[in-house]
Nanobody, 121 residues
Framework: QVQLVESGGGLVQPGGSLRLSCTAS????????MGWYRQAPGNQRELVAA???????NYADSVKGRFTISRDNARNTVYLQMNSLKPEDTAVYYC???????????????WGQGTQVTVSS
């Protein structure tokens, strides 16, 4: 079994900051990319940021310069530092990991349960 557990969401005023964390646990052999997606009501889930095991990053244009993704490979943990938050950043944020389980030869996407981020005054 593999689990991704997120934390760090909440309510913040415009211009504020939040830090999301996500830890993958269970029978994991290897993790390639980890990332954060978000889904606002009525919208499709979209990529926010992703990071490879080597540290290469990719960001949505809407968050460049405001959000920073980082990763602790030893702890199977990915972080998302969100600064200068805007009301349009309000969404459920989901953690994603492209990983291979022990005894399995293929990589599969796993998802966390989601954490709500609300930006409002």
């Amino acid at each position: 079994q593999v689990q991704l557990v997120e934390s760090g969401g909440g309510l913040v005023q415009p211009g504020g900051s939040l830090r999301l964390s996500c830890t993958a646990s269970g029978s994991i052999a290897s993790i390639r990319a980890m990332g954060w997606y978000r889904q606002a009501p009525g919208n499709q889930r979209e990529l926010v940021a992703a990071i490879t095991s080597g540290g290469s990053t990719n960001y949505a244009d809407s968050v460049k310069g405001r959000f920073t993704i980082s990763r602790d490979n030893a702890r199977n943990t990915v972080y998302l530092q969100m600064n200068s938050l805007k009301p349009e950043d309000t969404a459920v944020y989901y953690c994603n990991a492209d990983l291979r389980r022990r005894g399995v030869f293929t990589f599969t996407d796993f998802w966390g349960q989601g954490t709500q981020v609300t930006v409002s005054s």
